[in-house]
């Protein structure tokens, strides 16, 4: 009973191994730049030459990295060393996403770095260019589950935002914010 239990815990971990060094292959092949001590999970991504991940991430499943641009030099998403990101998160890249080291981003949070046009009204929404500008994350950030990032927002070294927030403005270093838009709950 024992024996039978052990040898399928071993089975078990070298099918999770296979399976990894599968994925990483898979994703180095195809361009993407990620430190063979990054557990790679189930992600969707449509341009894996744009993903840079660093070493000791934890990444969780069902991970989504949608590019807007067909072809353009990457990478445009920078993911630092000892990064925690949750599962269901997406990231919508037209410009560029940088996460920083030892951050933790909470599952289903989404980033967005661009808008749709609206500035002529004779032109339908859906035919005008976007707006876009990058987000940065530094380092030691968390950002609590259900958050959504958008474009242009930059958020200083250790602060803390809270779950559910709506993040359209930067954020100081060390601050705590949270709410729909977020504000300022207070320094850290």
């Not at 069902?62 to 990231?91: A, C, R």
Request: hydrophobic share 40%; net charge positive.
């Amino acid at each position: 009973m024992i024996r039978d239990k052990i040898l399928f815990r071993i089975n078990d971990y070298f099918d999770l191994l296979c399976l990894q060094l599968i994925r990483k292959l898979f994703f180095a092949v195809r361009g993407s730049k990620i430190s063979i001590s990054t557990r790679i999970p189930k992600i969707t991504i449509n341009w894996p030459h744009q993903l840079s991940i660093g070493t000791h991430c934890t990444l969780e499943d069902h991970l989504t990295f949608k590019y807007d641009s067909v072809w353009t030099k990457g990478p445009n998403i920078l993911i630092g060393n000892n990064v925690f990101i949750g599962n269901n998160t997406e990231f919508n890249i037209s410009e560029k996403i940088t996460i920083g080291n030892n951050s933790l981003v909470a599952s289903n949070c989404r980033f967005i770095d661009h808008d749709h046009g609206m500035s002529d009204l004779n032109i339908p929404i859906r035919l005008q260019e976007s707006t876009t500008s990058p987000i940065v994350i530094e380092e030691n950030v968390w950002i609590g589950t259900n958050c959504t990032i958008l474009k242009g927002v930059s958020i200083g070294k250790g602060a803390v935002i809270g779950a559910g927030s709506v993040l359209n403005k930067s954020v100081p270093q060390n601050e705590i914010w949270a709410g729909i838009p977020a504000n300022l709950i207070r320094k850290r």
